[in-house]
């Protein structure tokens, strides 16, 4: 297998001759091809075989310690002109860091084998979906770019109709921490990344295409690649209204896109379309239409049980690639909050000590095949995906931010995406804990200046006539005590029922200076151990904070300058004043 497409042909000739492989493999996505590459890892132990008796098909990767997490300081992303990567990226001249990559590829893959690995992001008949072709020396990464995108034949297949394709260039090197950089040049729709094997680092269609590089194509192009969860609610009369949303990494963002309602919600449904990102089109009917460019998860294990999240605990015994998890004395994959049994192994393949840290690593991973999840919904082969009905942004805060808002028009909405804040966590290296903006949850992920990107949101919403409606969540409102104040987890159906109703005009909200809020009786909390002080606090307006915090939005809007769109600025006028009113 080779290409009939000359510009890809020359490109892998090229990097073959930089590099110097000892062997050049093209992949075509087969099962056979896949056995044969856990096969080879097997042998190599860059693999360890599961319980396959409980685990069929399911094997454990082990990282370098040094490589468990994105590294977003060496983190890239390379403009001809600094301003045009903005002050939320880290930007380096594309020739600079052209020759520094170059310098660390030479010869990089002597003695091992250089993989072509085709892929599609998103349906591989579905217009709205974008292709790419990553070259790694690494079967890691090809094993889970099979599971985690459409690659193969189709895919290629696809890229030589059309003639263009996404390059990534990967060599997991010598995992030398001072050798590691993941380079993003937009302009040339061109990854690079050296040194490290861990997933966003290295499987190159997900964070580094499907969001870096495609939110510069989808400005480019007219539309929105975004870090957001796809869902279908479906009412006990089986209409299914679509939800798209942002949430930053472990602030239950694959939770809420395996939600199970409670029995309590007799009758309703949630339809999982993509648990991470999401690519969203104006239709001609003037509708967002919504596609996960992804066919897999890519999930925190950590925190992933019977009580937080069984859809994703139901899909992961068999078929399944799990990386720096703790193993259990019958050889089964083990994290912390899965269950009550004690590991036997840790993350890096020692004993299991009390006393040494967790089994498991607080940013150990799944990758399974989406279509292994008990809610999957056939609408993610769509290719003309789903229409969005509403966009929910949300992070994570003890304090002020109320458990539900909606915006007042689509301009306020960005305003809201654009000042959300959350905690950090583990999926980042870096210190944890510590409140910051990201916008849209994308703060890591944008591919240029965030500046330009509010002004590229405010003009989807202009060109949108029937553009959803906008809301932010707050699952983590904590009391005086520290304790959560909202029971989460599937409870949430209750928010997403209000949310749903908002957005066919069927339940009552009050307007507020930050928003419209539900009333306490707008909210169902039957049966829950809810005290009604405690409904009320979470969705009470608290002036003296509010102002503050719109003080500080605005301080951080300015930090982006003279390219900040004047509308953006005159939202949050707009809302200070109302307060101050």
């Known amino acids: 297998m080779s290409t009939k497409l000359p510009a890809l042909a020359q490109w ?57 997490a994105r590294v977003e300081h060496l983190t890239f992303v390379c403009t001809e002109k600094a301003e045009d990567a903005g002050p939320n990226n880290n930007w380096m001249d594309p020739s600079e860091a052209r020759q520094k990559m170059d310098e660390l590829f030479e010869g990089s893959m002597e003695g091992r084998t250089l993989y072509v690995v085709p892929y599609c992001m998103g349906p591989v008949d579905s217009p709205l979906a974008r292709c790419g072709v990553e070259i790694t020396d690494s079967p890691y990464v ?32 010598d995992l030398d921490p001072d050798r590691r950089f993941i380079m993003h040049f937009p302009e040339s729709l061109t990854i690079m990344s ?33 870090h957001m969860l796809i869902v279908g609610i479906e009412d006990p009369q089986g209409q299914v209204s679509y939800v798209a949303a942002a949430f930053p990494s472990q602030c239950g963002k694959t939770n809420l896109a395996m939600l199970i309602p409670p029995a309590s919600q007799e009758g309703w449904k949630v339809w999982t379309v993509g648990d991470d990102i999401c690519w969203m089109h104006v239709g001609e009917d003037g509708q967002l239409w919504a596609i996960n460019p992804e066919a897999g998860f890519f999930g925190v294990a950590p925190g992933t049980g019977e009580d937080t999240n069984p859809n994703a605990l139901a899909m992961l015994d068999r078929d399944a690639i799990f990386t720096n998890v703790g193993v259990t ?18 993350w890096r393949g020692a ?27 056939d609408q993610a082969e769509a290719p003309q995906g789903v229409p969005i009905s509403a966009i929910v942004f949300g992070g994570r805060r003890e304090r002020l931010v109320p458990l539900v808002m909606e915006a007042k028009d689509w301009q306020h909405g960005v305003l809201l995406g654009a000042s959300m804040a959350s905690e950090t966590t583990a999926a980042a290296t870096g210190a944890v804990g510590v409140v910051r903006r990201d916008p849209m949850a994308m703060k890591p992920f944008c591919g240029y200046n ?16 029937r553009a959803p409606k906008v809301f932010h969540v707050n699952w983590f409102r904590k009391d005086e005590n520290g304790r959560f104040m909202w029971p989460g987890f599937g409870e949430n159906m209750r928010v997403l029922r209000w949310i749903v109703g908002r957005c066919r005009g069927e339940v009552g909200a009050q307007d507020t200076a930050i928003g419209l809020l539900p009333s306490p009786e707008d909210l169902d909390v039957t049966g829950l151990d809810l005290a009604p002080e405690t409904l009320e606090a979470l969705l009470s307006l608290d002036q003296a904070g509010w102002q503050q915090e719109l003080s500080e939005i605005g ?24 307060l101050q009113a």
Request: glycine share 10%; charged share 25%.
């Open 12 to 68: 892998v000739e090229e990097v073959a001759a930089l590099t110097r492989p000892d062997n050049i493999q093209w992949c075509d996505g087969s099962q056979q091809e896949y056995e044969g590459l856990v096969d080879l890892m097997k042998a190599s132990g860059d693999l360890k075989e599961l319980n396959q008796e409980t685990h069929p098909g399911c094997y454990l990767h082990l990282s370098d310690p040094s490589d468990v």
């Open 142 to 173: 090809v094993a889970n770019m099979r599971l985690m995108t459409r690659m193969g034949s189709a895919a290629l297949a696809r890229i030589e109709r059309e003639g263009s394709f996404v390059k990534g260039l990967h060599c997991t090197g």
């Open 194 to 226: 050296f040194g490290s094997g861990y997933g966003g680092n290295a499987l190159l269609g997900k964070k580094c295409h499907a969001l870096r590089i495609a939110s510069y194509q989808a400005r480019q192009e007219g539309w929105l690649a975004e």
């Open 329 to 346: 004395s019958s050889n089964e994959p083990w994290w912390e909050g899965k269950s009550d049994e004690r590991p036997a192994r840790n």
């Open 351 to 377: 004993d299991y000590d009390d006393g040494a840290g967790p089994a498991a690593h607080p940013n150990s991973r799944f990758t399974v095949s989406i279509k292994r999840c008990p809610s999957y919904s």
């Open 450 to 465: 965030f500046a330009d990107y509010f002004a590229h949101w405010l003009t989807v919403g202009e060109k949108a006539s």
């Open 555 to 578: 301080s951080y809007l300015e930090s982006y300058g003279e390219r900040l769109p004047a509308e953006l600025a005159a939202q949050q006028r707009r809302v200070a004043e109302a």
